[in-house]
């Protein structure tokens, strides 16, 4: 199926520079996907009333977007705020202050960047529930499923972290795009020779913090089409790999009529992943929605798995950073396959298929979560 998907990718295959910051498009498209499966229901509708008329689209995005808090805070003078939304503007900024940016695993309090992943080691193929190494109380999976019990009615929005119904959502609209970007879920974990472990047998071990800290030599081909040597591995799969599915821009072009195409291009895709039911979606009918989260971290882990098992990692050092963590650094470079894809064209129909897969995930999560 997946090759299938490289090949329909590829009849159309464009690219977009990840310099044109494109990272928002993965969860606006899932987003928008669930909005338009929830279109004309009573879960939309009650949806844009919480929301004070944000759509999914939208909300999908508010997680990144109030991370530009973080710096000077939420009450600095001049910091944006969504005043157009009163209600919505200051539920997240209680939300923000009750999860700070800390770097303290122990605080009581836990910093919000830490809902969006969770580093379940990819050797030994590994579930969530085997082992504690890179899951917390307050990771992607743990959200979720927080979020479910608050729209569920079983934990109440007066709550220490601030969730109310609309916050809820609105994380949802967020994770639920991110635990379906592999390197939000699964991490390869280091020695400090630099070899890969398993940290659950092999002590001490550093993880690669999600491949922020690897840097991702492109192939020839992949640096003609980009203009670029490098890029984080991280930030491949959150842009690139999701640009390759959207239209090439120019410098000739002016920032409107790069939006417009942008826009059309993306919309397009909506409406085509909007119909059409992706394969696999489904979790079983007799599984709590408090359960859809790990079932979702499970599944993505094996794709996880092979998006490190198709690159060699070379020259990884553990270093201490500015906010004294150790952390595995070093670079990394496609092997060569049995299968004969670059990694980029791989990438990229992964990611399509994770994005439909999503969109439906999220539309059915918050109608059966909202009943």
Not at 5 to 33: C, D, F, M, T
Not at 81 to 99: G, H, I, S, T, V
Not at 176 to 192: E, M, N, S, Y
Request: a negative charge.
């Amino acid at each position: 199926m997946l090759k299938q998907a490289i090949l329909v990718l590829l009849a159309a295959l464009v690219w977009v520079p990840h310099s044109e910051a494109y990272g928002p498009n993965g969860h606006r498209i899932v987003g928008a996907i669930a909005d338009e499966r929830l279109a004309n229901t009573e879960t939309g509708r009650r949806i844009r009333s919480l929301l004070e008329g944000f759509s999914l689209e939208k909300a999908a995005v508010i997680p990144d977007e109030i991370k530009g808090w973080d710096e000077k805070g939420v009450d600095a003078e001049g910091i944006f705020r969504y005043k157009a939304r009163p209600k919505m503007d200051e539920q997240l900024a209680a939300f923000w202050r009750a999860n700070p940016p800390t770097y303290y695993m122990d605080s009581e309090a836990p910093n919000h960047h830490w809902f969006h992943y969770t580093d379940v080691p990819i050797e030994g193929d590994q579930l969530y529930a085997d082992g504690k190494v890179g899951r917390s109380k307050w990771d992607i999976v743990q959200i979720i499923t927080y979020c479910v019990r608050v729209l569920q009615g079983d934990e109440p929005e007066d709550n220490p972290r601030k969730i109310t119904k609309p916050i809820a959502i609105v994380l949802l609209a967020h994770m639920v795009g991110d635990i379906h970007q592999p390197l939000h879920v699964g991490a390869q974990f280091f020695d400090r020779s630099g070899n890969p472990v398993d940290p659950e047998k092999h002590q001490p071990a550093f993880d690669h913090h999600g491949a922020n800290t690897i840097i991702f030599r492109h192939s020839p081909e992949l640096r003609e089409r980009t203009g670029q040597r490098q890029t984080k591995l991280h930030g491949f799969w959150d842009n690139q790999a999701v640009a390759l599915s959207l239209p090439k821009l120019t410098k000739q072009m002016d920032k409107k009529e790069k939006r417009e195409l942008t826009n059309h291009a993306r919309w397009q895709l909506v409406k085509r992943f909007s119909t059409e039911e992706p394969k696999n979606w489904r979790m079983p009918p007799e599984m709590p929605l408090t359960g859809y989260a790990e079932a979702w971290a499970n599944d993505i882990l094996p794709v996880a798995r092979e998006a490190h098992e198709r690159l060699e990692f070379i020259d990884v050092e553990i270093k201490i950073d500015h906010r004294d963590r150790e952390l595995a650094h070093g670079f990394a470079e496609e092997k060569k396959t049995a299968d004969g894809i670059p990694y980029h064209e791989w990438a990229a129909a992964v990611v399509q298929e994770q994005l439909h897969r999503g969109g439906w995930r999220l539309a059915d999560l918050l109608e059966k979560a909202m009943k």
